[in-house]
Each structure stands twice: as C-alpha cells, then as structure tokens.
C-alpha cells in the first residue's frame, strides 16, 4: 500500500556513510557468514537467494565486492531468477534483515534502538516499493510502500522487549522458503551467550537513555 509521510516524521537513509546508512543492504559494515560462505553485504545474500537452482551465479555474486556493481552485473540473468521469487522475495528480505540482526547482535541491535520509535525509511531515487520516493515538486514529502522500513520497525519492536528479544536469537530459515547456497540448505546461525548478554544491557542502556530524553507531560489536575 502507497503511503506518505514528511522526511521530518521518519528516520531516513540514503547512502551508507549516514548516521542510519546501516540500515541499508547495501552497508559493508554487516557482512554476512552462513555455512562458511561469506556474503560482504547482505544484499550480496538477498541476490544471491534469487538463484538458488544456479549455483555458478551466486558465486558470481559473492565474488564482486561492490554491492552496486554486483547488483547491476546480476541483471543479464533475470531470465534465471527463481519461478516463486515475487511470492517470496519479501520473506526473503525478513530474513535476511534477521541474518543481519544475529550476525552482528550488538552494532545493528543498537542501531536499530537508536532510530528511536519514528518509520525508518530507505530515500530512493526510483524504488518506491522498499523504499520511498522524494516527489518532485516538495522534496520533503516521501512516496512509497516502504517495505525495508516496515520489516526493520518490526524487528526494533522486538528487540526493544525483553520478552520477544529472545526469539530473535536464533536464524533457523525454514527449508520451504530454500535458502540455500551452491545447491546447499543454509544452516541455522545463533547468538552467543556471552554476546547476548553484552547486548542485553546495550539495548536496555539505549532504552532507558531514549526514554529519559523524551518529553514528558503530567495530567493536568
């Protein structure tokens, strides 16, 4: 569903080098390792999960660094892009958001707090449907669907309580959806104890620090 919103009503992203560019895929701060593999964006991982039946593809992929580059040499084979893939491609980018959330429990946990509790929202120049675009006559009014903001909103409510925290933990993909590697299912990624500890009281810090900052208002008597 289209919607609108005022660049002032969200935290917004462009370009990785921002304050919130982590939460781009296209950051090299959050590569990804699943069955030994590394992925050095995790839009390295999302393109590579359009070519599960094409193995030498997806070595293609991880083999150029540059998620730009790599993105754009992937398009001569969308003839090749799996039959179910417009089905499945928003899983596909949960997922890959959780991988990116297990893998790097601490940094994207704390950035993901950080963005406070306004829609997180990727700025695009022409994808209007996992981001949004600026229209023309007011810059400052964003058009979209906003499909990354909302998974990335969906996974800072989760971490934000302690009571769903822990189902984040744990990266089990189910077999159904084919996450798979060079004709491999992926094998599941977990937390670290002793990690998550560290980030449990990162998150609660950034938590109480946030809330602290925010203005409050007493009933009138």
Not at 5 to 21: H, L, P, R, Y
Not at 94 to 102: A, D, N, P, R
Not at 154 to 180: A, C, Y
């Amino acid at each position: 569903m289209t919607k609108t919103i005022q660049t002032n009503e969200c935290v917004a992203f462009s370009k990785t080098k921002e304050s919130f560019g982590g939460f781009s895929n296209m950051s090299s701060e959050y590569p990804l390792i699943v069955n030994g593999v590394t992925f050095p964006t995790s839009e390295h991982f999302y393109q590579c999960m359009k070519y599960v039946d094409q193995p030498d593809i997806q070595r293609e992929i991880i083999g150029e660094k540059n998620p730009l580059l790599m993105k754009n040499k992937q398009k001569k084979h969308r003839e090749l892009i799996r039959k179910d893939w417009e089905d499945l491609k928003e899983v596909i980018m949960e997922i890959t958001v959780h991988l990116k959330l297990v893998s790097h429990w601490v940094k994207f946990g704390n950035l993901l707090i950080e963005s406070g509790e306004k829609e997180i929202v990727e700025i695009s120049k022409k994808d209007s449907f996992w981001g949004m675009i600026p229209q023309v006559s007011n810059t400052g009014i964003l058009v979209g669907e906003n499909k990354l903001g909302g998974i990335l909103v969906r996974f800072r409510d989760l971490i934000r309580t302690e009571g769903t925290r822990s189902e984040l933990v744990n990266w089990n993909p189910d077999h159904q959806f084919r996450i798979m590697f060079n004709g491999e299912f992926m094998e599941g990624v977990n937390v670290l104890e002793k990690v998550q500890e560290v980030g449990n009281r990162s998150f609660d810090y950034l938590i109480k620090k946030g809330a602290a900052s925010y203005p409050q208002f007493a009933l009138a008597a």
